[in-house]
């Protein structure tokens, strides 16, 4: 039996892309993209694969960043009932900011997959 190769550069950015679209549903897929892009990245390889390991890794920065600023609106919860106003607002202030994020995410990882498809930089 012959020995299977080693996947490629642009089979890696693939995957990472197809890990940001599966972490939409799952959410452990961004550490695993964002630690496999920091990998690659310190490897010689193209410029536009750079790119996109580089974009993969903002979009994940950003996506745990913006995560964490949510996680501040729900906060008020531990004390305040949902019954009561302020604690109704921020319900639906977490629950509206965590529904921009998720399409936020989603823009970023259709996107640069796109570009990806047609082998061109993302910046």
Do not use: E
């Not at 694969?49 to 950003?62: K, N």
């Not at 949510?70 to 009932?81: A, K, R, V």
């Amino acid at each position: 039996m012959a020995a299977r190769t080693a996947l490629s550069q642009q089979q890696w950015v693939g995957i990472n892309y197809g890990l940001m679209l599966l972490s939409l549903l799952l959410g452990i897929g961004v550490l695993i993209a964002l630690w496999s892009s920091y990998h690659f990245l310190n490897q010689n390889q193209d410029v536009w694969i750079r790119s996109h390991h580089l974009w993969i890794m903002r979009s994940c920065v950003g996506l745990l960043g913006l995560l964490l600023i949510n996680s501040l609106l729900f906060i008020p919860l531990f004390w305040l009932p949902i019954t009561q106003g302020v604690g109704y607002y921020c319900l639906l202030a977490g629950a509206g900011f965590a529904a921009l994020i998720w399409l936020w995410f989603l823009y970023r990882s259709v996107r640069g997959l796109m570009l990806w498809l047609k082998n061109k930089p993302i910046y």
